[in-house]
């Protein structure tokens, strides 16, 4: 097989494959809840999303709130410079 001719989608199967078979990223696909022998980028996306819609909750949801209100009072900085 000629590495300038692969395309993509098999690029990507053997980027998942190299990654299945690293034993630091098999550990991390396994905290996930993920089989590292039979993983897909779908699954993976899956996951990450119910992890971070389970780890909202009303303290994190006012702590944006807060630092999106407090941001958008805050003058540019480029106003608050004064010409010599």
């Known amino acids: ?3 300038y001719s692969a395309d993509q989608p098999n690029l990507m199967d053997r980027i998942l494959d190299t990654a299945a078979d690293n034993l630091r990223i098999a550990k991390i696909l396994v905290q996930m809840g993920l089989d590292p ?21 009303l ?20 106003l608050l410079r ?3």
């Open 37 to 57: 022998d039979n993983v897909t980028y779908d699954a993976i996306f899956n996951r990450v999303l119910e992890i971070v819609l389970a780890n909202i909750n």
């Open 82 to 84: 004064r010409p010599l």
């Open 59 to 78: 303290a994190n949801m006012f702590a944006l709130y807060c630092f999106q209100a407090q941001s958008s009072r805050l003058p540019p900085l480029r």
């Open 1 to 3: 097989m000629n590495l």
